[in-house]
């Protein structure tokens, strides 16, 4: 079980491409605090098997599938100090 206490929310539903990290980056807030949320291109290959490539690919492959990561970041995400998690 989680931290007892701990609240994550997204209340931005802003997303963006790393392209030097081959990634989605996207935020969620505990509190006033910042959680940065890195998805991984392969793990969004294993969402979507017949994703394309390239930002824009990658970004709609991330929007079709945002409950299930957001729930994987909730999953990821105990509190304390870190604030950037990858899902991978």
Not at 49 to 56: A, N, R, T, V
Request: with cysteine; glycine share 10%.
């Amino acid at each position: 079980m989680g931290t007892s206490g701990v609240t994550l929310n997204f209340p931005n539903p802003s997303r963006t491409y790393d392209a030097s990290r081959h990634c989605v980056c996207f935020w969620g807030y505990d509190n006033s605090r910042e959680i940065t949320f890195l998805v991984d291109d392969a793990m969004l290959a294993k969402l979507n098997s017949d994703m394309g490539s390239g930002e824009f690919a990658l970004l709609a492959a991330f929007d079709r599938n945002r409950d299930r990561i957001l729930g994987l970041a909730r999953d990821l995400y105990k509190g304390g100090p870190q604030i950037r998690y990858t899902i991978s």
